[in-house]
């Protein structure tokens, strides 16, 4: 079973930027979508950005135009550049890959933005 391993948070300042790497334990030339879902505390786990197989991507509302989702598939990495960081970005970031026959979380990364 493919393993992920996010790497990148950390504490900014606001206005800051941060970019987050979710990397595969094997190629992942095959997956169907990867996203990034972000859990601030006390509440639930919510879509930040999806790319799928073909490239196209989508972002949730409250961070279009800051965060652009990407993948590099010769480096089996998925990921996610943040600019613009405000407190309402501080959470958990975990990185998910939908393959055919499984779904494959990894354990988080902890982002947290100061005002």
């Known amino acids: 079973q493919v393993q992920l391993v996010e790497s990148g948070g950390g504490l900014v300042q606001a206005g800051g930027s941060l970019r987050l790497s979710c990397v595969a334990s094997?190629?992942?030339?095959?997956?169907?979508?990867a996203q990034w879902y972000r859990q601030a505390p006390g509440q639930q786990r919510t879509m930040v950005a999806t790319?799928?197989?073909?490239?196209?991507?989508n972002h949730a509302r409250s961070v279009q135009g800051r965060f652009t989702i990407s993948r590099d598939n010769t480096k089996n990495t998925v990921y996610l550049q943040m600019n613009s960081l405000n407190p309402e970005d501080t959470g958990v970031y975990y990185c998910?890959?939908?393959?055919?026959?499984?779904?494959?979380w990894g354990q988080g990364t902890q982002v947290t933005v100061s005002s």
């Open positions: 998910n890959i939908e393959f055919a026959n499984e779904s494959i």
């Open positions: 094997r190629r992942i030339f095959n997956f169907k979508r």
């Open positions: 790319i799928s197989n073909t490239g196209m991507t």
